[in-house]
Each structure stands twice: as C-alpha cells, then as structure tokens.
C-alpha cells in the first residue's frame, strides 16, 4: 500500500548526489558469489546493499532541477510550516480512512501552495500529486486521474520528463490504470515509466529496475503473458550483470519469471526457474 509522503520541501530525501564510481562493483559482484556459497547471509545482505548504493547515484542535474523549482524566500516561511502542518495532518486522516477531512486539508494545502509559490513550483506539484493519492485512498479514480495528470504536466514542465519526481507520478497513473483494469493505458502509462527512467538515469538504475517490473507485473495482470516473459527474462539478465545473482532483485526477477510460467501452466520451466534462486 502506497503511503503519503510529506510534501519534499527541499531536494533533501533525494540520494546523495554524485558522480557514481563503478571500479568497486566487480569485486563487490565476486564477495557476494562468495558469501552465497558459504550461506553467509548477513554479508550476502551487506555487500548487496553496497551494490545498490552503488547503482543508485543520481546525476547532478537531478538536484539542481528540483532545486530551482523548489526556491523558497525568507517571507513564505509561513506558508511552508503552514504546508507542512497540513499535510502531516492529510496523512493522519488517510491512516484513519478520514478521507472527507483528508481531501478537505489537501485542498488547502494546494490553494497555499499556488496562492504562495505557484503553479510550477514543486511545492504546488507536490500539493497536485497528493491530492490525487488522497482520492486514489478515497476510491474516487477520476478525481485522481485528473490530478495525477496535472501533476505530471507540471512536473514534466519543471523537472522534465527524465526527473525521477516526474516518473514518480507517472508510476502513479500507472497503479491508477492497472486498479481499474485500464490495459492499453496501464501498458502504455508503464512502458513510458520505463524509457524516461532508462533515458535519464539509465538501465541499471534502481528506479529504472523498479520501473521494469513494473511493467512486467501489469502485463501479467492483463494476461500478455508472452510479453511478461520476453520483458522479464532481458530484465532478469541485465539485473544479474547488474546487481550479481545473489542479490534480491535478481531474486524477485526470477520468482516472477517462475510466476508467470506456473500461471501459463508452465511447470517444469517454473520449477527449474525457482532452482535457480533455490
């Protein structure tokens, strides 16, 4: 269940940004084979994590997009305690399935956010996303596809298609369409997660990984189930050059691959599939 995330006033909760350094990621790669075979599973666990540190820099320009749409003067001080405030309030009331109270504070937090900042500020994206999460929670689809797509319009103008807050929201859309058993828009919504994500961070990032299952999940959802296949055995191949065999990626990539082919009536290629991470 996706959780409401307080409003990101600052590119703060983004991954440290820096230029990656791969050198260490052969050796790293060859301590978890290692560790595998030795059922060590706390340094398997370890050295992964390392892998993903690794895989998950972002590029500079991730932070000073968001940064630029994210100014704030000494003088909207007030608006920003005043968002905060709300917004921790909108969360409390979605846990509580509140969600009259939820979409009433969201609406305020969005007309403080466009009166103070803007309608391209991230601040006021961030207001336009959550408000189609709290209708999403609400059961109320149309509300929240018309709102995620505000967001993402004005995501895509200030942050570019390419942002990892942009692909956010198109993942977004993505859940909305797969819940209400839009196929070709759920599909299409994944399939655009997947090559903004590929473009800008590249095809072994984490959010492009997540993006990619993803996609798989959703065609399965929809039975194209030759599609899932083909999409996840090159997924399945590119994680392990990525990430190593061992790590939990390649692991869920494979019990998926197993998945789908139990689903297809497929036993014994599922069962070899499983003895793989066996």
């Given at each position: ?24 990621l052969?050796?790293l ?7 595998a075979?030795?059922y060590?599973r ?23 997009r ?30 509580g ?9 969201q609406?305020?937090?969005?007309l ?42 004005a995501?895509?103008e200030a942050?570019g298609?390419?942002?990892?807050q ?9 859940e ?7 196929a ?42 030759d599609?899932?296949?083909?999409e ?47």
């Amino acid at each position: 269940i996706m959780r409401l995330r307080i409003l990101l006033l600052l590119p703060l909760l983004l991954p440290v940004l820096a230029v990656a350094d791969t050198a260490p990621l052969p050796s790293l790669l060859a301590e978890a084979a290692r560790a595998a075979s030795g059922y060590e599973r706390a340094r398997v666990a370890e050295v992964n994590q390392a892998i993903t540190e690794l895989r998950a820099v972002m590029p500079d320009w991730v932070a000073s997009r968001l940064a630029a749409a994210s100014a704030i003067g000494e003088a909207d001080a007030d608006a920003v305690e005043a968002i905060s405030a709300m917004t921790a309030e909108v969360h409390d009331a979605l846990a509580g399935h509140q969600f009259d109270d939820a979409l009433a504070t969201q609406e305020s937090v969005l007309l403080v956010a466009q009166e103070t900042f803007g309608e391209k500020h991230w601040l006021t994206i961030a207001a336009l996303r959550d408000f189609g999460y709290a209708y999403r929670q609400a059961g109320a689809a149309g509300e929240a596809q018309t709102f995620y797509s505000l967001a993402l319009s004005a995501a895509e103008e200030a942050l570019g298609t390419e942002h990892p807050q942009t692909i956010e929201i198109v993942s977004l859309l993505g859940e909305l369409y797969t819940a209400a058993g839009m196929a070709q828009d759920a599909v299409s919504t994944r399939e655009m997660a997947v090559a903004s994500a590929t473009a800008g961070l590249g095809a072994d990032h984490p959010v492009t990984v997540g993006a990619r299952l993803a996609l798989v999940q959703t065609l399965k959802q929809f039975g194209q189930y030759d599609a899932a296949i083909a999409e996840s055995v090159d997924l399945c191949s590119d994680i392990e050059g990525a990430y190593g065999r061992f790590h939990t990626y390649s692991l869920k990539c494979q019990e998926t691959v197993a998945d789908i082919e139990f689903t297809t009536g497929k036993l014994g290629e599922a069962e070899k599939t499983l003895l793989l991470i066996a």
